[in-house]
């Protein structure tokens, strides 16, 4: 609670850096991925 007696609501925590780039982490080794069966067909 605020001095007035208002209840406070905490700010949203925006997405972290390390969620980011575990993302790109996932959608980088899925495209290695299908690039290295596209190969082999």
């Known amino acids: 609670m605020d001095s007035n007696g208002n ?3 905490p700010n949203p ?3 972290p850096a390390a969620a ?3 993302g790109s982490g996932i959608l980088g ?3 290695f991925a ?3 069966t596209n190969k082999a067909s």
């Open 13 to 15: 925590a925006p997405l």
């Open 34 to 36: 299908r690039r290295k």
């Open 7 to 9: 209840p406070t609501v």
């Open 29 to 31: 080794m899925i495209g």
């Open 20 to 22: 980011w780039l575990f």
